[in-house]
């Protein structure tokens, strides 16, 4: 098991409250004090681990009061789910982007591990070249209407 960083235990301190409460509120200098981090290091987790591709909502305020809001996106159904997420598809999806929503499939059990891995694997940036976002796109247009069906 490899060597855990300040990021990944940041990650995990809040996942632990949304997994007790559903809902993290916190304060970026008291989260960066629990750390020992710089409050800009909390601004990084949360923006690269908890985006909304990744089923996260998050609310931010700044100044004296200020908070940050983080809460998992829930579905009354895996339908719902799917129908969400094929009407905010654009017409390009970053390699990045895709890896959320694959890791998100994966995470609602629409999808085994190997099937996010085969998927992951071919539609990388190196295997669909130049037109790789809007291929991608309509990739995930189909695969997300097919786990629709299944249903």
Same mark, same amino acid.
């Given at each position: ?31 960066? %004090? ?6 800009? /290091? ?37 339908? /719902?789910?799917?129908? %969400?997420?094929? %009407?905010?598809?654009? $017409?390009?999806?970053? /390699? /990045?982007?895709f ?7 994966? %995470? $609602? ?33 189909k695969?997300?209407q ?6």
């Amino acid at each position: 098991m490899g060597i855990k960083n300040t990021s990944d235990s940041i990650e995990e301190y809040i996942k632990a409250i949304l997994a007790q409460s559903g809902i993290a509120e916190l304060k970026r200098s008291e989260l960066a %004090d629990v750390f020992q981090v710089v409050p800009s /290091q909390i601004n990084y987790v949360i923006k690269t681990r908890f985006t909304e591709s990744r089923g996260y909502i998050v609310e931010s305020k700044r100044g004296g009061g200020g908070y940050i809001r983080i809460g998992k996106v829930t579905f009354s159904n895996k339908h /719902q789910m799917l129908c %969400d997420l094929l %009407d905010n598809l654009g $017409e390009r999806i970053s /390699q /990045q982007v895709f890896a959320d929503l694959i890791q998100l499939l994966f %995470d $609602e059990n629409l999808m085994t591990e190997r099937e996010g891995n085969l998927f992951l694997a071919t539609t990388s940036d190196q295997v669909l070249g130049q037109d790789a976002p809007y291929l991608r796109a309509n990739i995930l247009r189909k695969l997300l209407q097919q786990l629709d069906r299944k249903g």
